[in-house]
């Protein structure tokens, strides 16, 4: 085995890690206050997590301009359902499990906020049709009943260095997406020129 100590209980956990002060402890709420509806209606991006009904799991960012989630209450908000792969991992988990986890983003803020609860995907009109960009409306939106939302601490993203642009790689020392996918896909048809031109028209021709 290539782990020889791992932890299997709370309790151990605890007595490594401690437990949480009184301020984290009490900062969870079940709806969304003016405060969490300002953070969603700033934030341009999502990331959301899913699993099937195996306890299989899978992330999955969603973005757009700010203000791209439609909140209708307290308690509900949808994320428009923007043209993708067409794998629909995030949305064959929902129908299989409805429990999702969310965590939205402002860039430059390195405080996050968190949220969990139920989700379904839907395909009303009168709804998606708030979610229009650029002449398209979404065929389908995921619909997320609020259960549990509250800020997380901003430690990851300042260790991370996250907003500090003199802290980033230089573009030539990035990972180069065509030529991973083209190793990953791993046909003799596909090589790197045409996974390139195929990523090129999907972001200029199928963003909405």
């Known amino acids: 085995m290539l782990f020889h100590e791992i932890i299997t209980s709370e309790e151990e956990l605890r007595s490594l890690l401690g437990t949480p002060g009184k301020n984290a402890a009490n900062k969870v709420i079940n709806h969304l206050d003016h405060h969490c509806k300002e953070f969603i209606s700033k934030s341009p991006i999502v990331f959301v997590s899913t699993s099937n009904a195996d306890g299989h799991c899978d992330t ?12 209708m209450d307290d308690h509900h908000f949808v994320i428009p359902e923007r043209p993708g792969n067409k794998r629909m991992d995030t949305l064959r988990n929902i129908l299989e499990n409805p429990y999702i986890g969310l965590l939205f983003v402002i860039p430059g803020l390195e405080e996050t906020l968190r949220m969990n609860g139920k989700a379904s995907v839907i395909k009303d009109p009168d709804i998606l049709e708030n979610m229009t960009a650029f002449g398209k409306t979404p065929l389908l939106g995921i619909a997320v009943e609020v ?6 601490c901003a430690k990851a993203f300042k260790r991370s260095k996250l907003w500090q642009p003199e802290a980033w790689f230089p573009e030539a020392d990035l990972p180069y997406p065509p030529q991973i996918l083209a190793d990953h896909i791993n046909l003799q048809e596909v090589d790197v020129e045409n996974v390139k031109a195929s990523l090129a028209e999907s972001y200029e021709k199928r963003l909405y």
Not at 60 to 71: E, K, L
Not at 147 to 152: D, G, L, V
């Open 60 to 71: 999955s960012p969603r973005g757009d301009s700010p203000g791209f989630v439609h909140m």
């Open 147 to 152: 259960e549990e939302c509250y800020i997380h």
